[in-house]
């Protein structure tokens, strides 16, 4: 069995198979963390593919003792972040139009929970992107509270009271307002 | 009233734990003191409720997020060929960083030459404007150079004799100021030994009984010319016999006189030149010894 240290350590040093395999192990949690964060399949296409690519540009910065998942993780959540404030700040200066959510989330899964799915995220595309982050993880990829410490940098007690936060949040908007869609 | 209920009551008194507490006990996270929330959840039907919102919440947030599964194209193909154009353009960035650090280093090495031959051009022409000026006397360059660093012993003629002669001076000491004050000039023709004048003294002297006897010598005199030595009193004069003048102009005389009657002044006058005299004032008198 291959420890994470000896994968980092393979990384580090260019090992190209260990990459293929980190890459088709994480690809499709972190593409589909990444979609649902910023609500556009082809933009999280294209910031999966950064993520990995900053991956094998700063891994050789690293320790071993790297926590590898969490480190992609952090890396994805900080292009997805950073592309949802680019995409505010355009729609704020007028630049891009507010874009309806993207159904294709709720493509798979039952029809009749089609219209709690598309309330969700419209509540969660209405919170900081960051407060919706912490929720993505949480309840989308399952991520423990320690485990978000270690994306994040911070305590356990801290995303503790960080996931509360963002679920009061969730809950104050959750089911207010029309449904928008956009097919896509 | 039994033991389980009295605890029971007490749990439902203590303290409500925090929200976030609440929700981290539903959602199964590790918690120091779950047993003790777990028992007041039980019997707070505030906090009962509170964890009943949190998870429908939370299954409306689990369903929406984590049940539905989509399935995107493999990104190896395009990762590797990122980076594969990633190395490219890194190569070609260090090639053109490469290249601009040589052209950089080329310029500045241009321009450094071009400093250099400046500075030499420069340096020719202030050379060749001196050395012209120096050929046809420029007075206005010449001017600006301190007189004392001038090695010239011709003073302005202009100036004359007012302007003080150069002089060696050290370092250390101060340049003279030009100022228009009379001062002799030295020349040759003013400062032979013949410029000399003419002197006496008395020689010896000598008491007999009431009278004095003083030996006059004179020096300086033109050799071969008489000298006539006159004693001067307060009312009258004595001239003595001539004497002449030896081969090193050199003369003497002398004269006995009672002590009460000592001239005052005695001269000595060169009979064929008669601007060549000398005067003796300093006379012992009475018959004390000098």
Known sequence: MVTDVQVVDRLRARDAQAFCSLIERLQQPVTGYLHRLVGDREAALDLAQDTFLQVYKEIVKTSSELALDAWVYRIATNYGLRYLNRRHLRQFVGLEEREPFDTNLMAAGLEEQAETRILVQQALSMMKPKDAAFLQLHYGDGFTYEEIGQIFDMGSEAVRKRVARGVEKFRATYGKGPIRTRQG | ??????????????????????????????????????????????????????????????????????????????????????????????????????????????????????????????????????????????????????????????????????????????????????????????TPASTVRPSMVICDTSITGTSRYLKICGDHFTPGDKVTVVLEYPKNSQSLAPVTVDGKGHFEDGFSRACGDIPIVIHAIDQSHKTESATLTDIPRGCSSI
């Open chain 2, 1 to 190: 009233m039994t033991r389980d209920d009295g605890s029971a009551a007490k749990l439902r008194q203590s303290r409500h734990p925090d929200k976030s507490i609440l929700l981290a006990y539903i959602r199964r996270q590790p918690l120091d003191d779950r047993l003790y929330i777990q028992q007041h959840v039980e019997h707070c039907e505030r906090c009962s409720q509170q964890c009943d919102e949190y998870k429908r919440l939370s299954s409306s947030l689990e369903d929406a997020l984590m049940q539905v599964r989509h399935f995107y194209p493999h990104l190896t193909s395009y990762v590797f060929f990122s980076i594969e154009e990633h190395s490219y353009e890194s190569g070609k960035l260090r090639v053109a960083q490469r290249q601009s650090l040589s052209d950089y280093r080329a310029k500045r090495k241009m321009a450094r030459l071009r400093i250099a031959i400046s500075l030499v051009l420069l340096f020719a022409i202030l050379l060749t404007t001196v050395a012209y000026a120096i050929s046809t006397n420029h007075t206005s360059l010449i001017s600006y150079i301190p007189h004392h660093s001038i090695a010239t012993t011709q003073p302005s003629p202009n100036l004359g004799n007012l302007v003080p002669p150069p002089q060696v001076t050290s370092k250390h000491k101060r340049p003279s100021k030009h100022i228009a004050v009379p001062t002799p000039v030295v020349s040759m023709a003013s």
